[in-house]
């Protein structure tokens, strides 16, 4: 399976991109400028591209199967830029994938993003655009998979996780196991037409994907 990773020069996208050379995928990294081409190269990247996600990405998804959006301003940027990125970059990118014939379309986007009057003052621009985006998804007729996790650190991967659509619970996970857990999901049927939240846990990732073919 051929897979853009919109946001292939961030955290999560870097580990995404050494996660799917190591399978039996092939990636297309999303760049913004000819100078990350060699460091995503390095990283096993089978294709760069060079594409702003306000703008034509036709290019990018040209016979692509499947989009992962893991570009993203973080909480603390202005709000011009959350904008620009998480609202109307992620929405673009939604829409584009409908227009270029794309099917499958996992958005990494946030705890909380149901809820942004539920968090604090300062991410409530982050959630609300989360929210924004993660809304156009769903009705955009693609097997999408929205995945929130919490609070992204950067440790080690466990390879566990808890994972469910609703958990109940805050909390952290590394940014190796949310890359780890995308790469999964990506022909996993059972997580279509999903929201998942997803923290650290003590069930293998594997298994927490498996569990979804019962719920």
């Known amino acids: 399976m051929k897979i853009l990773v919109a946001g292939s020069h961030g955290q999560i996208g870097q580990r995404l991109i050494k996660a799917i050379a190591e399978s039996e995928h092939t990636s297309v990294a999303m760049i913004r400028s000819a100078g990350q081409a060699p460091e995503m190269t ?8 060079i594409a702003d996600l306000e703008d034509d990405c036709s290019e990018a998804l040209a016979n692509v199967d499947t989009v992962v959006f893991t570009a993203g301003s973080g909480g603390h940027t202005p ?6 990125v998480d609202r109307h970059g992620a929405i673009s990118l939604i829409d584009q994938a409908v227009a270029n014939g794309v099917q499958r379309f996992i958005m990494v986007s946030a705890m909380n993003a149901d809820t942004p009057e539920k968090g604090p003052e300062s991410m409530r621009h982050y959630f609300e655009a989360k929210k924004a985006a993660d809304d156009r998804l769903r009705a955009a007729g693609l097997d999408y998979t929205i995945v929130r996790p919490g609070k992204l650190t950067n440790d080690a991967g466990t390879g566990n996780i808890e994972l469910a659509e609703s958990l109940g619970r805050t909390g952290e996970i590394t940014r190796d196991d949310v890359a780890t857990l995308l790469l999964a999901l990506v022909d996993e049927p059972a997580s279509y037409n999903r929201t998942l939240e997803v923290l650290a846990g003590d069930t293998p990732i594997a298994e927490a994907i498996e569990s979804l073919q019962g719920l």
């Open 42 to 49: 390095a990283l096993g990247a089978h294709e760069t591209v």
């Open 79 to 84: 709000p011009e830029k959350t904008e620009d």
